[in-house]
């Protein structure tokens, strides 16, 4: 069993920047973010394929948050600019075990919240 940890949320002004962290306890294949804003279903914000390190991104983040990762450090990343305040939620690391696998590995979440 993968255990993955969320770190890097806080409070920002808008238009300030986080860089969120997910940390994984063994190998992962795909990883990704989401998020789940208070009253709302949770949502995929962005991924990153391990075969051709591929990126996919909502279209409410395009152009503002990039999502790495540091396969030596088991480490996903995501950095988020120019933030506003309906980014405000609690963002959740994901992860599969297969190339072609649902994820089935998700950290606790870390909340970031942005002010106006």
Request: charged share 15%.
């Amino acid at each position: 069993q993968v255990q993955l940890v969320e770190s890097g949320g806080g409070l920002v002004q808008a238009g300030g920047s986080l860089r969120l962290s997910c940390t994984a306890s063994g190998r992962t294949v795909n990883m990704g973010w989401f998020r789940q804003a208070p009253g709302k279903e949770r949502q995929f914000v962005a991924a990153i394929k391990w075969i051709g390190i591929t990126t996919s991104y909502a279209d409410s983040v395009k152009g503002r948050f990039t999502i790495s990762r540091d396969s030596a450090k088991n480490t996903l990343y995501l950095q988020m600019n120019n933030l506003n305040p309906e980014d405000t939620a609690v963002y959740y690391c994901a992860a599969s075990a297969t190339a072609m696998g649902a994820y089935s590995y998700w950290g606790q979440g870390t909340q970031v919240t942005v002010s106006s």
